[in-house]
């Protein structure tokens, strides 16, 4: 079982950037479909993007796609979130998830995700 830990989370002015990373332990990861997810308070917790197994096939929300970019290092254990032009909408508490079940591609589906992260606060304000 895929253990997952978020970290980079912080404060940033709009049109700031910032990376999370989320180390997975417990197996090699390269095998299983990881995903970030993000919750506003008041809201409902929402696909972000996500990366397929092998990093075979990635996949965007549309708010974020062309500013967030989804990659692995297999070697590390570790799936980053590189984010830029953060906007205050941007503003949630960011989840890693995985598939606990191997070899499927990434989808934007949250019920196909399995496994969490506990989250990391992203701040987006002036």
């Known amino acids: 079982q895929l253990q997952l830990v978020e970290s980079g989370g912080g404060s940033v002015l709009p049109g700031g950037s910032l990376r999370l990373s989320c180390v997975a332990s417990?197996?090699?990861?390269?095998?299983?479909?990881m995903g970030w997810f993000r919750q506003a308070p008041g809201k409902d917790r929402e696909f972000v993007a996500g990366s397929g197994w092998g990093g075979e096939n990635t996949v965007y929300a549309d708010s974020v796609q062309g500013r967030f970019t989804i990659f692995r290092d297999n070697a590390k254990n570790t799936v980053y979130l590189q984010m830029i032009s953060l906007k205050p909408e941007d503003t949630a508490l960011y989840y890693c998830?995985?598939?606990?079940?191997?070899?499927?591609?990434?989808?934007?589906?949250?019920?196909?995700?399995?496994?969490w992260g506990q989250g990391t606060q992203v701040t987006v304000s002036s």
């Open positions: 998830a995985a598939m606990s079940r191997p070899y499927r591609r990434a989808t934007m589906t949250r019920d196909d995700y399995d496994l």
């Open positions: 417990g197996r090699s990861f390269t095998y299983y479909a």
